[in-house]
């Protein structure tokens, strides 16, 4: 089993940058990709970005502002969020799983969460 703890959620203002890390623990010999989601309130979890052997992939509302990147020997994966808007507050929620493909379907495990309040 995988356990996934995110941090450096917070708060920033509009034009401000922010960088969330998630560490793996467990059974990370199972993870070869890991990725971000995000809830905002009232909506849907959705997809953010993600990487793995496969490449890096990004939602359109985040390409060109948000950067993932991965130390696979500390079993961690960074999400760099600069230039961020009041529409980028949500809860991010860390995933791993074997394939890009299956955290991209959001089929791994969870973390529990961190906080991003975007202010304008």
């Known amino acids: 089993q995988v356990q996934l703890e995110e941090s450096g959620g917070g708060w920033v203002q509009t034009g401000g940058s922010l960088r969330l890390t998630c560490v793996a623990s467990?059974?990370?010999?199972?993870?070869?990709?890991m990725g971000w989601y995000r809830q905002a309130p009232g909506k849907q979890r959705e997809f953010v970005a993600g990487i793995g052997s496969e490449g890096r992939t990004y939602a359109d509302s985040v390409k060109g502002r948000f950067t993932i990147s991965r130390n696979n020997a500390k079993n961690t994966v960074y999400l760099q969020m600069n230039s961020v808007k009041p529409e980028d507050t949500a809860v991010y929620y860390c995933?791993?799983?074997?394939?890009?493909?299956?955290?991209?379907?959001?089929?791994?495990?969870w973390g529990q969460g961190t906080q991003v309040t975007v202010s304008s």
């Open positions: 995933n791993a799983d074997r394939t890009l493909t299956r955290v991209i379907n959001a089929l791994g495990s």
């Open positions: 467990g059974s990370t010999a199972s993870i070869s990709a």
